[in-house]
C-alpha cells in the first residue's frame, strides 16, 4: 500500500519525519522505535497494519533517521513523550501507541495521560530492565564513534553484538540505519549526542521512577510483547510492572530476542494485531 511522507514540527522547531499511510479517517497507530534505530525498523509491521484497515505514523525519534537533531541535544525522555503525543493530538481520535524500547518508554509515559491513547504496545521494555542487558545495548551504540570504513565492518559489528540472528549476506539492507559521513566513513544514523553523556537519558533503566508512575496511571488496554530470548525483560521485572499495571497482557514471541520484532516478525505481527482487534477497532474484519 503506498505511503507518504510527512513532517511535524515539535514545539522546540524540531521536525520530525514520518511515512503515513491508510486511511485519514481510520484508527491510527502511531510506531515508534528503539533507540539507535529509525522507522525502517517497523518495514514489515506497518505493512500487516495497513492490510488491517488501520492508519498508521511511523515516525523516526528526534535525533534519529531522517527527523531532525535537537540543537541542544535534548533527548529526555520527557521531551520524546511529548514528541508522541504531538503527533497523537493531529488525529481525529486518540490512536494506539505501538513503541519498542526507547519508544516503548515514550510511549508509556505519554500514554498515562488522559485522551492521548486509546492502547498502548510496549515492545520488549519494561520499566525496570535487566541492567546488564540494557548496559550491553548502551556499549554497543557507542562502540564505533570513528564509524566504519564498509559495510562489511558494520554487518561484522552487528554479528558480533547479535550472534542469535543471521548475518545477513546482502549488507546493503543496513545502510538505511547508516549515512556517510564528512570524514568518508560510515555513522549510524542518529545525533552523537544521544549518546555522547556519560548517561544515556533515554534509554530505561535511567529513569525507571518515572516509568512505574506512569504505569500507575495506566488506563487504557495494554500489551507488553517479549521476546523469550531477551536479555532486557526477565520475569521478576514482568511481575513487578504488573503491580502497577494489573490489566497487563504478555504476548511471549519463542525464538526472538530484544529485537523481537525483527527476529519473528509473523510472530511478533500476530500478537500485536490480535491484541488491537481486540481493544481497538479496525476498519476491516
Not at 80 to 94: H, N, W
Not at 202 to 209: A, D, L, N, V, Y
Not at 268 to 276: C, M
Request: charged share 20%; aromatic share 6%; glycine share 8%.
Amino acid at each position: 500500500m503506498s505511503t507518504a511522507v510527512r513532517r511535524y514540527i515539535a514545539d522546540d522547531g524540531v521536525a520530525l519525519t514520518a511515512d503515513v499511510g491508510g486511511d485519514p479517517a481510520a484508527p491510527a497507530v502511531i510506531l515508534s522505535h528503539g533507540g539507535g534505530q529509525t522507522r525502517h525498523s517497523w518495514g514489515t509491521a506497518m505493512k500487516r497494519l495497513l492490510a488491517g484497515g488501520w492508519q498508521v505514523i511511523n515516525v523516526d525519534a528526534r535525533g534519529h533517521g531522517d527527523s531532525d537533531w535537537s540543537p541542544i541535544a535534548d533527548y529526555r525522555i520527557e521531551r520524546l513523550a511529548a514528541d508522541v503525543k504531538l503527533i497523537a493530538a493531529t488525529l481525529p481520535s486518540p490512536p494506539a501507541l505501538v513503541g519498542a524500547s526507547m519508544g516503548g518508554a515514550a510511549s508509556l509515559i505519554a500514554a498515562a495521560e488522559t485522551g492521548v491513547a486509546s492502547a498502548l504496545v510496549l515492545v520488549d521494555v519494561v520499566p525496570r530492565l535487566n541492567p546488564e542487558g540494557a548496559e550491553r545495548i548502551i556499549a554497543f551504540m557507542r562502540a564505533r564513534p570513528d564509524g566504519f570504513a564498509s559495510l562489511d565492518e558494520v554487518a561484522d559489528a552487528v554479528s558480533a553484538y547479535y550472534p542469535q540472528r543471521p548475518r545477513p549476506r546482502d549488507p546493503s539492507g543496513l545502510m538505511k540505519n547508516l549515512r556517510w559521513r564528512a570524514d568518508g566513513r560510515l555513522h549510524w544514523h542518529w545525533d552523537p549526542a544521544f549518546v555522547a553523556t556519560s548517561q544515556v537519558v533515554s534509554e530505561p533503566p535511567r529513569f525507571t521512577e518515572k516509568l512505574y508512575e506512569a504505569a500507575a496511571r495506566l488506563k487504557v488496554p495494554t500489551l507488553l510483547v517479549r521476546g523469550m530470548e531477551s536479555d532486557i525483560v526477565d520475569e521478576a521485572s514482568i511481575a513487578e510492572f504488573r503491580v502497577h499495571t494489573p490489566h497487563l497482557e504478555v504476548c511471549d514471541v519463542a525464538a526472538a530476542g530484544h529485537m523481537v520484532a525483527g527476529d519473528r516478525n509473523n510472530a511478533f505481527n500476530d500478537g500485536v494485531a490480535g491484541f488491537l482487534r481486540r481493544h481497538f477497532a479496525s476498519t476491516r474484519a
